[in-house]
C-alpha cells in the first residue's frame, strides 16, 4: 500500500472546499493534509466584525493546524521547509508565492486554475470566460511557476456553460469539478506517473482583477454581448443602469426575440430604449437584437424576477436607458489589461510625473501591434475590429486622463483656497496663551460666584429645615401632655383552679373559645391574663377552667 503524500493546501475561497472534503475523506489514501495556510481574518457585513473565511473555519472543524501570514516572508519559508511536506496544493489562495516558497515541498507546488489554460490566466477566469460568451470552461491542474498561470498542464475537468448561467452557477460547478479532478491526478501524482504539458503561450489570454466600474452596460453592443456581461459579473461587482436616480442592479439576462413572437435580428429602436415587458424579462434594444432583462433589483431592495420587479418598480416602453462604456475583461497581453484595469490606481501621483508617464504609454500602445481579445473570446477577432476595439480603449483612457488632469487642477485651487483662509485666521502664540488666561479667569470668577449662592441658599433651606423641625417636636409634647393616662387591667383569682389546655387555632375568638370549651369568658381571662381579647396568637396555649 502507498503511502499518503504530506501536502499543504493554501486557498481562501469557498471554492477550494469540495476539494478539501475529497482530501479529507476519499482522497486521504494518497493525501494527508497537514497544515492549512489561508488569508488573515478580516471584517466582514454590515458590522465589520473580524471574522475567519470559510477556509479556516472548515480546517478548524476537521482539526487541521491552520496559517495566517500577511505576507510570505522568508522566515515563513523555512517554516514550511521545517514541515518536509511532500507537495502543496494551491486554489485561490490570494497570495503571491515566493520563488522559495514554491519550491519548498520536495515535490513542488501543484495548482488547481479555474479555467482551460492557456485560455483566461489571472485573477477572474470564471467571471470573465462567462461574461465573454464562452460556451465551455474547467478547471486545469497545473504545477506553479514564477509567470502568472504559465506552468504546465497535467489535467483537466470541463464544465459546460450554459445561456442562463451566472458566474456564481458557474462557479459552483468547478468547484464540484475539482473532485474527479483530484481522484484521476493526485494518485498518479504520488506514484510519480502524472506527466505534464508546457502551455501554448501564443494561445493564451489575460484577465484581471475585476472592479466595481466594471458594471457598466453599453446597450450599444450586441444583445448576446450585453446578456454575457450581466450573467458574468453576477453576484460581483454586478451591472446596472441608472433611472430617475436610482442605480437598478441587473442579475440574469439572455438574448430574445425582439417580439414575443418574432425574430432577434436587427435593431428596431435606438439601443437602450425599453420595448416592453414579457413573462420573464424587461425586454431592451441593443446594438444588435434585444436583451431579456429577467431579474432586476432597486437599491434597498432584493432581487427580483422582472415581472414581479416591474409590478412595483414600472419602466413604460420607450422609456431610454442610459449605457455606459463596458471595459475590457480580457486580452491577449497582460499590458493591456493592466491599463484599463488599474489606471485608476495612479491617481494620487503628482501631475508633473502622471500625465507624461501616461501620455507615453498612450502612445506607444496606440502605435503597437497588439492582438487584441474582444467579447466572445471562442472566435477570433478581425483585424478591424481589434482596431476598432484597441482605438475605443485608447479615447477611454484619453478620457481618464483629462478627467484626473482637471481633478487636480481643482484640489490644486482648493488647497490654495484653504491657505489663504488660513493666513487669515493665524495667531500668535502669544496671543492664543493670552485668550487662554482670560477664559480661564472668567472661569474662576464664576465658580466664586456660583459657590455664593449655592451657600446661601443651603443656608436658608437648613434654617427652614430647624423651624419645622422644632414645631413638630413641641406639637408632639403637646399632645402626650393632654392623652388620657393609659389604664392596665386588673384580673382576679375568682376563677375554678381545675381546667384543660386549649391551643389557639387559627379565626379563634375568645368568644369561640368559650363556646367550644363551655366555660366562662371572663374565666378565661383572669385565668391567662389576657390584657387585649382581640390579640389571640395561633398557636397559643390557653388554661380553660373547668366547673363552677
Known sequence: MDVPLDLVFLGSDPIALPALGWLQGEGSACARLTVVYTQPDRPAGRGQRTEPGPIKRWAEAHGIPVRQPGKLTPAETERLATLRADAALVMAYGHILPESFLAAPRLGTLNLHASLLPKYRGASPIQTAVACGERETGVALMRLVRRLD????????????????????????????????????????????????????????????????DGGLDFTAPAAVVAARVNGLWPWPGCGFEVAGAVIKVGLADAG?????????GSIAPPGTVLGGDEVGLRVATGRGVVRLRRLQRPGGRMLPAPEFLRGFPLPAGTLLPSRPMRTLAAREPLRLFLMGFLPMFAPMPRHTFLPWVAGLVAAWSCAPLPLAGQGMNQAASPAFELASLREDVRLLTQRVGDLSLRVEQLERENNDLRGKAGQTYVTLAQLNEAIADVQKTLQTALREQKRETLQQVTVQLEKLASETNAAINAVAKGAATRAPVTTPTFTENYPKEGVSYTVQKGDTLSSIAHKTGAKMQDIINANKIADPMRLQVGQTLFIPQGK
Not at 459546460?160 to 473532485?179: F, N, Q, S, Y
Open 257 to 265: 426575440p425582439a417580439d414575443p413572437g418574432g425574430s432577434s435580428s
Open 150 to 213: 504559465a506552468g504546465p498542464v497535467a489535467d483537466a475537468e470541463r464544465v459546460p456553460i450554459g445561456p442562463l448561467d451566472t458566474a456564481a452557477d458557474v462557479e459552483t460547478r468547478l468547484a464540484a469539478a475539482c473532485v474527479p479532478l483530484l481522484a484521476r491526478a493526485l494518485p498518479r501524482f504520488a506514484r510519480g506517473e502524472l506527466a505534464f504539458a508546457g502551455q501554448d503561450d501564443g494561445a493564451a489570454t489575460y484577465c484581471r482583477r475585476l472592479t466595481k466600474e
